[in-house]
């Protein structure tokens, strides 16, 4: 498969090669337990911790202990929902965050989301559009969802109580995350055998956190090359797409370049996504893991204000680093001739 026409970087990663390296030998060579007290333990607990280490780095905590490793942000976001504290959300959360929170959520306008003396959980890029909200107030405790901007964006803990992390976003593998947990004000996620500081029991994924150190350190030291990269391929997409009639970005005033959200009024976004599959272009639409009543309609999307005749016909393009400047052109090409054709067609949604 042709990895500079997969534009779905926002859904999953290709696992880069020298996280696939650096995590080989703790298959092959290093069977040990993390939480053996013999030599073969302790290799595997001495990368868990050197990785732990790179995470903190990494996110600017200032303690590696405040990592605690998890299968991934949607446990970690659901971990900080289930087991702290009745949280409010900001209704453009992932659903592993607006799904166990039901309808407690705060609202945005202008992608300013308004908070009071609460525990609020708001992300720092969100998953659909790239766009970052801004919080008007200084909440008592703060769950941020970081799943998007780290490796993206500028991005460190700053005052959050809480953030979520997930490997197989930055090139790491899949499976493996991360919950910053500032100061300890969490129930155990899961009880068993005591590892992760009794927070999280289970024989640790070795090779998968070893992955994940590798991954985040080249992420966060690619950062800026790769916003520049990302901001040139939108650059190119859009400019190839100026011609297209009903069509609309879905852009925040702050806007992470690696996520790019198009609406085109009356068509199904899906329909899009499938079309651009059969040219070889991989994009998703921008309701792909949503978990509203209408499938067609993104409430993330709703709750920003996209009228519903664009809000069914939304895809998301998403870039990294297997982008070329060529592929991008050559996807915006193939984009604008599945709308033409679509529309040709007389689809309505
Ligand atoms: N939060 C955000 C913002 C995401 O984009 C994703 C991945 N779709 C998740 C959480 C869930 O992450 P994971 O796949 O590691 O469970």
């Known amino acids: 498969m042709d990895l500079s026409r997969y534009f779905d970087h926002a859904a999953t990663t290709p696992v880069a090669p020298e996280v696939i390296d650096a995590m080989a030998p703790y298959w092959r060579d290093v069977p040990g337990n993390a939480n053996s007290i013999h030599q073969f333990g302790k290799e595997a607990r001495d990368a868990v911790e050197e990785a732990r280490y790179w995470i903190a780095e990494a996110i600017g905590a200032t303690d590696p202990y405040q990592i605690v490793f998890t299968s991934g942000a949607t446990e970690s976001n659901n971990w900080v929902w289930n087991k702290s504290i009745d949280m409010l959300v900001s209704p453009i959360e992932h659903s592993s965050l607006l799904v166990p929170a039901g309808s407690s959520q705060l609202e945005i306008k202008d992608w300013t989301v308004g908070v009071s003396d609460l525990e609020v959980a708001v992300m720092a890029v969100n998953n659909e559009t790239g766009g970052m909200p801004t919080l008007r107030g200084t909440p008592y405790l703060l769950h941020v969802d970081a799943t998007q901007a780290v490796g993206k964006v500028p991005w460190s803990v700053g005052d959050a109580s809480w953030a979520s992390l997930s ?43 070893v992955g994940f150190g590798c991954a985040i350190r080249r992420a966060v030291a690619h950062q800026e090359a790769a916003y520049a990269h990302a901001t040139r391929l939108r650059e190119i997409v859009l400019e190839r797409l100026v011609g297209v009639q009903g069509m609309r970005v879905n852009d925040a005033p702050r806007q992470s370049p690696h996520i790019l959200s198009l609406s085109f009024l009356g068509l199904l976004g899906e329909t899009l996504v499938i079309e651009l599959d059969h040219a070889g272009y991989a994009i998703s639409s921008g309701a792909a893991c949503s978990a509203g009543e209408d499938k067609e309609e993104s409430p993330v999307l709703r709750a920003l204000g996209v009228p519903a005749e664009w809000n069914r016909g939304t895809i998301r393009i998403s870039f990294g680093e297997t982008n070329t400047e060529a592929s991008a052109a050559g996807l915006a090409r193939a984009l604008a001739a599945a709308v033409e054709n679509v529309r040709g067609l007389g689809q309505k949604s």
């Not at 919950?179 to 998968?208: K, W």
């Open 167 to 209: 490997a197989h976003k930055i090139g790491g593998p899949k499976g493996v995350g991360a919950l910053y947990i500032r100061d300890g004000v969490i129930n155990p996620m899961i009880l068993g055998g005591g590892q992760e500081s009794g927070l999280r029991a289970g024989t640790l994924n070795v090779s998968g956190i």
